[in-house]
T-cell receptor, first 116, second 110 residues
């Protein structure tokens, strides 16, 4: 079953706590994106990786957010400390980039984060 | 200015009509464009991709790309109530960064 798997699906946490979200990309995909979606801002690109190397994390607040890919089957997004304004749905998407462009990215189910 | 812009809608069309969704982009380096559909509470689902100027048809969907005018559109023929969703336009530039518009909400009424 080729799909992007994200855990947890829902997370409620108190302000100041650390939150870790995990993503298992589709096997064989070499590109992983992290997005945050809110009603006001839509889908914002936070970071993305190619062959496990970070290419761009300019969309991410560096003081509290970090993204890593410890191996080809796992990407993580960590928030420490979390704040109420971080409440959003966080999506992971993966794609396979051939020699040419054209990244068809496939999304996971998302992690709905609520920081109280 | 956002890199990819869409009218937020809602766009309301009667069942059986053609729905026309539009998107403009600012980065002339953008090479590839994608349309995603997102139902409420669900994740975005890829429905069309287009890389060259002109039209690309897939069933009831037609994507149109005009790089000179920097716009992309999606036509949905014979619209059905099940097409009611938010449609997201995305563009990809030389860096492979995939940037999304804020989406257009489509409502198809019986």
């Amino acid at each position: 079953d080729a799909r992007v798997t994200q855990t947890p699906r829902h997370k409620v946490t108190e302000m100041g706590q650390e939150v870790t979200m995990r993503c298992q990309p589709i096997l064989g995909h070499n590109t992983v994106f992290w997005y945050r979606q809110t009603m006001m801002q839509g889908l914002e690109l936070l970071a993305y990786f190619r062959n496990r190397a970070p290419l761009d994390d300019s969309g991410m607040p560096k003081d509290r957010f970090s993204a890593e890919m410890p191996d080809a089957t796992l990407a993580t997004l960590k928030i420490q400390p979390s704040e109420p304004r971080d409440s959003a749905v966080y999506f992971c998407a993966s794609g396979e980039i051939p020699d040419s462009l054209n990244t068809e990215a496939f999304f996971g189910q998302g992690t709905r984060l609520t920081v109280v | 200015q956002k890199e990819v812009e869409q009218n937020s809608g809602p766009l309301s069309v009667p069942e059986g009509a053609i729905a026309s969704l539009n998107c403009t982009y600012s980065d002339r380096g953008s090479q590839s464009f994608f349309w995603y559909r997102q139902y409420s509470g669900k994740s975005p689902e890829l429905i069309m991709s287009i890389y060259s100027n002109g039209d690309k048809e897939d069933g009831r969907f037609t994507a149109q790309l005009n790089k000179a005018s920097q716009y992309v559109s999606l036509l949905i023929r014979d619209s059905q109530p099940s097409d009611s969703a938010t449609y997201l336009c995305a563009g990809e530039g030389w860096t492979d960064k995939l940037i999304f518009g804020t989406g257009t909400r489509l409502q198809v009424f019986p």
